[in-house]
């Protein structure tokens, strides 16, 4: 499940990195403005006494730099952990199909079945994420007994787990598998149903506004401010130097926003596309259901969505 | 089971962020008067030997300012730990139902009867949370014969765990589930008391009060005095520096506080009642007991309780 | 088992931090002293050449503050596990009940005298984490047969554990209870066994001492030369900033120091006692054993032991 | 399996290091000569008002230091995770063989075929993570009656996996083992898949791109302008603190780099070869297959690959 | 198992701490020469424009221990795990006996035999970490049957969990216990071979060495140069501060390298003899097994090893 994109450096970095910089080409533009003004204007508005010098802007920088380190970790956390859970996906969908055609072998018509349950699932999920339409991949993936059930459901996803916890019930009704065998599967559909609700807690519930807001007004006060607390030292190197660390600040702050909705469409949120199509690549594999899906390949912006 | 609010940025502005700025309205208003004060009185009281200068505010902003970050992470870290105990909440309940309806197929009322324990269950934990009376929840969900038990017991929440415990011995006397599956009902009771338990830890635990006053005491003082430290090198520019770097301080000290305590009702507090509303959809749709209770959505403030 | 002690705040200001004020009141006196000294005398020894500046003290200070924030993370880490620890004591006796419950239904004896042991296990593990003689609680609670074993053992807190091990391979032996179900109950039984163990390592493995010595050290040197850096500057403010600073960093240190040993019976420390009550009246309201004893209240000094 | 490399400290110093030395040597260069280009411009470009101080480069720095520290958690953190899996993978393969020798006393053929499975698992999962082929391992290690299918598989690991679960129903199959017995190996599969499908999850989402690039892009930044705001205060001394500030950021922002991606072959990667061949030793010694291979030695460069 | 020693204050301050100081005792006195050698010649070489100042050494000082505070981070969550570790072996020897007294209840000979078995375990474990000679141990502890092939085993830790796992098959073979309570005791089998697994980890993966010679290297360098830029402003007061501000960043730095190995001998290492003792005392009570081992007793030194 390589989903790394194979792309020269330097269009890596106009494609990818053009997710933030455009984010804050406004921001950047207006601090340069502002430092213009400042080396013009410092010397006339310090006569009434108006003064800024950098020691409080230190002060505040860096502890502004703590915060903003705290919620760079908080937004970072948030994508890991959503990756972490596809990538659990993938383990519990492949643990799944391995355990049912160890226990029910040469059944090919049965685990192709429940195969086509659990890539609807990944699917439907995907689709409930991003909130786009699942219609047509329900469509395309789940069996015929269970479509109408599914597909009329306000909640699919959740809908399609029973469905699987109903087939296995099936297969223990009619003596196929016992009830330890069953138990060993049910506890991988537990895990399928953690998965679900964490992606789900994780786009329901955003870093609490507060924080976002703080940091976003205190990171812009403070480009702001600065090139008048640098115009009286620096004078004509004022434009650099506050360019310079208000690129650092605002970047910084733009990715964490960014990544803090991992489940986006952006460059730098997770290719849930190219996700759900390694994980039926892999589930046909292992019922050598031929042709496999092509795996997904970045864009022209050397981008996987 | 998407519960962020759908709104305006600005409402969102103004309503969300208002649950921290008013806390801390009337001491930005004191820091300003206090600058005010600082610009019209420096030059007197430097004149007797009293002076106050930048560097150690430098020092001691910054050394704040990292502690201030540990409180942060501990706060926030509860809040993240609360949140996840409701989605495993969430997962518990629908893993648990998806057992019962493929253990016990075509006996619905087997699993509305269990269902209506599970949802006692939640709005009972939430009533216990928030120290608000869940009379009238459990007299609307609990079936009639565990009523009276539930609502006389000191710990109806734990009782109600208990009941669940009781409906499965009962299946398992009586030879409709084996051990087995028993067993696996089971763990995920023991999941559910797991929840319950860590809910109460947290809410009855507070973080050790100690430092929850020597960073307040220390916020407080340290924006106090800043003005006075700041009049000599910035005049009139004092207030506004000084109220931007009292304002960055005291709002995330604010915030921390409130996050601290996650099961409340401001803006920034979870909203359970919408999560036992999730669960109550949830699990009325696995039974197709139509029609579901409608989605808990956002109030006039754009907050959810 | 809400034990958030209810209190009028300026006593709880006095009646809790006073855990931590009194501890470093002798040293914050001390630094007065020094600043009264610094102040009288730094005229006539920089004429000597001896000069301290604020510059180097400020990398000292904030160089500190990270290391002691790293200390404080340590010892919260400690704290905040062993609270967890004890919350997973809640959580696996209130599931063991419910399982005997479920699975011996109507031998209200049996689900009596495993509670007993139950609850005699909390009780002998507090008074082995405070090294108090826990010989009357043994005496009240465990039952006769148990009671010469247990009370002879110089481990006897894991000898009660070993006792509900052998309650349990009776009930297996007699056909009470099959495989299973002794598997499920016997699974709970490993996590007392964590919990106990735990407990044992954050009581016997304190943080590696050189870390604590080397901050001691160098928070006390570092206050103590402090107001001779600040009086060629502040003069007469010397000793309120001196003091301030100090301050912030003595109550830290010494609020780590107190949350490092969580098991105390200090204001600050975890109060197994009210725990050790809770799970009392969790087990007997399960059994209906009335009356269930009162819950632990806080003292005259609102703390909870 | 301990695979420290035995070596000289000076050899170690050169050797070792030189992983990131090398990496940096180049811009090291740089600023030295910038170093040089500041002390004999200074005056003349300051006469035209273009000034640069340390103090905004302080606050810039301080700022850079906390990100770097950020990014450097977050390569360790990947490093570890890395780390830690393949350890798991040497448990689990210790535990199958474990389990498979106690449910089937006797079998030292069927004990012997499992482990070749499991010894071609490991090697085909180190050459998926490294991109390399192979072949060679998979010809060496899977039985024959699986060679075909495994070798023409699209995803080799995962159907490696696959053929360890028809092994195991087979067994069930034919009354080897009870399904009790299946499920406790079953767990163990599991556990692989897991492994299997962290490893990917870390090989195929490096850390999110515009992290990288800002802050190899700042420090880079940071790095050529220090010269100009030391020169004038420091003069001849530029070259030493600047060259000793820029390897101090440099030197870390470079490793924090190579630890990103841990499956590589760089000296500072983790010896997958190593770590095949101790799984090797560990399945061989169980099965008293003899000889056992040698364990995996350092390099003349005293690299473990 | 409580192994905190008990001693005066002012000797564990000597005894213990002597393990840091000593190490860096030399670096100090280097420390304190360098610092006379600045007082006496700074002026002289200032002369010929080779200025130091405190404001570089301000940033380069907070970005060290920025890093520092990383690497302590880092060692300390090394030593953390391992005692983790070692606590899991605790609560899994003792679950593991309680398991098998209560399956096989009155067979007092074959749990002897097993407990045998576990001491052994875990007393090899030690030697292999430590990288002793465990002949001795394992002739006094591994019952006559196994001896042999665990003694001839170039893997000997390993081979006695083997033999664990052959013990427990051959009382499912003869139809002592169920397959189900093969189960129960098997999961605490792959708990030793994490435990095991874990702990060679550790060992044998140290923190990449670049970071480790990185910080060793800038930490030196830095207060070499120290004293060069506090003696112009300081004169005389150079020497205290510079050692003073050396003593913190070299003690942290030489405890972060002793924590990193936390299995040595070292009085901060983790006193592996006396958990095996501990280990050993808990087996033989719960085998009413006496008279027990004395417990383990710090030395005269007041270290535990």
């Given at each position: 499940?390589?989903?790394?994109?194979?792309?020269?450096?330097?269009?890596?970095?106009?494609?990818?990195?053009?997710?933030?910089?455009?984010?804050?080409?406004?921001?950047?533009?207006?601090?340069?403005?502002?430092?213009?003004?400042?080396?013009?204007?410092?010397?006339?508005?310090?006569?009434?006494?108006?003064?800024?010098?950098?020691?409080?802007?230190?002060?505040?920088?860096?502890?502004?730099?703590?915060?903003?380190?705290?919620?760079n970790n908080a937004s970072y956390a948030r994508f890991i952990e959503a990756r972490v859970l596809w990538g659990s996906m993938v383990i519990t969908h492949r643990s799944l199909l391995r355990q049912i055609k160890s226990?029910?072998?040469?059944?090919?018509?049965?685990?192709?079945?429940?195969?086509?349950?659990?890539?609807?699932?990944?699917?439907?999920?995907?689709?409930?994420?991003?909130?786009t339409n699942g219609r047509e991949d329900l469509l395309r993936l789940v069996p015929e007994r269970w479509r109408n059930e599914v597909m009329n459901?306000?909640?699919?996803?959740?809908?399609?787990?029973?469905?699987?916890?109903?087939?296995?019930?099936?297969?223990?009704?009619?003596?196929?598998?016992?009830?330890?065998?069953?138990?060993?599967?049910?506890?991988?559909?537990?895990?399928l149903s953690a998965i679900m609700t964490g992606c789900e807690r994780i786009a329901g519930t955003p870093i609490p506004f507060a924080y976002t807001l703080i940091l976003h007004r205190t990171v812009y006060l403070f480009c702001s401010l600065l090139p008048f607390?640098?115009?009286?030292?620096?004078?004509?190197?004022?434009?650099?130097?506050?360019?310079?660390?208000s690129?650092?600040?605002?970047?910084l702050e733009s990715l964490a926003a960014e990544l803090e909705e991992p489940f986006g469409e952006e460059p730098n949120h997770l290719p849930l596309n190219a996700m759900?199509?390694?994980?039926?690549?892999?589930?046909?594999?292992m019922n050598d259901d031929l042709p496999l899906p092509a795996p997904a390949l970045p864009d022209s912006n050397f981008v996987l969505n």
């Open positions: 499940m390589i989903i790394r994109p194979q792309q020269h450096w330097f269009r890596r970095l106009l494609g990818w990195h053009g997710s933030v910089l455009p984010h804050i080409m406004f921001r950047l533009g207006l601090n340069l403005a502002m430092s213009v003004i400042a080396i013009l204007t410092y010397q006339w508005y310090q006569g009434f006494g108006f003064r800024l010098t950098i020691a409080p802007f230190s002060l505040l920088g860096v502890s502004i730099a703590i915060f903003l380190g705290f919620r226990i029910l072998p040469q059944q090919e018509q049965a685990a192709r079945e429940f195969a086509a349950l659990q890539m609807a699932f990944s699917w439907s999920l995907k689709h409930q994420l991003r909130e459901s306000p909640l699919p996803t959740n809908r399609l787990l029973l469905c699987m916890g109903t087939w296995l019930g099936e297969q223990r009704s009619k003596g196929a598998i016992s009830d330890i065998l069953w138990q060993s599967v049910d506890a991988n559909l537990n895990q607390a640098l115009a009286a030292d620096l004078h004509f190197m004022t434009p650099l130097v506050s360019v310079f660390i690129y650092t600040f605002l970047s759900c199509v390694t994980i039926e690549r892999n589930l046909r594999d």
